[in-house]
Nanobody, 125 residues
Framework: QVQLVESGGGLVQAGGSLRLSCAAS????????IGWFRQAPGKEREFVAA????????VYADSVKGRFTISDDNAKNTVYLQMNSLKPEDTAVYYC??????????????????WGQGTQVTVSS
């Protein structure tokens, strides 16, 4: 089991940037894949990005590809989501989640076992 705490959310104008952090602790942190998901009011939770912490492989949802970057600071046991060129449709609660390492990174939230509490991102127009 791994414990996750998100931070870095806030209010930003369209076109601006935010960097979210996911601080992790617990057993075998380096053997987990970490994913970012988001959920807007009235909508289903959706996949955003994920990273394989062993090999550094990353995957992105088409809606954020080229704008968001997921990265891993192993020394700080933290995964980041750098969000640039933000759009109002990016407004949501953003969650990080962990799953034991997989050969292929999953985009399915049901494959992730441990979740943070979420951090609110609001993009105004």
């Amino acid at each position: 089991q791994v414990q996750l705490v998100e931070s870095g959310g806030g209010l930003v104008q369209a076109g601006g940037s935010l960097r979210l952090s996911c601080a992790a602790s617990g057993r075998s942190f380096g053997s987990y894949d970490i994913g970012w998901f988001r959920q807007a009011p009235g909508k289903e939770r959706e996949f955003v990005a994920a990273i394989n912490r062993s090999g550094g492989v990353t995957v992105y949802a088409d809606s954020v590809k080229g704008r968001f970057t997921i990265s891993d600071d192993n020394a700080k046991n933290t995964v980041y989501l750098q969000m640039n060129s933000l759009k109002p449709e990016d407004t949501a609660v953003y969650y990080c989640a962990a799953t034991p390492w997989r050969l292929v990174i999953s985009r399915n939230m049901n494959d992730y076992d441990d979740w943070g509490q979420g951090t609110q991102v609001t993009v105004s127009s």
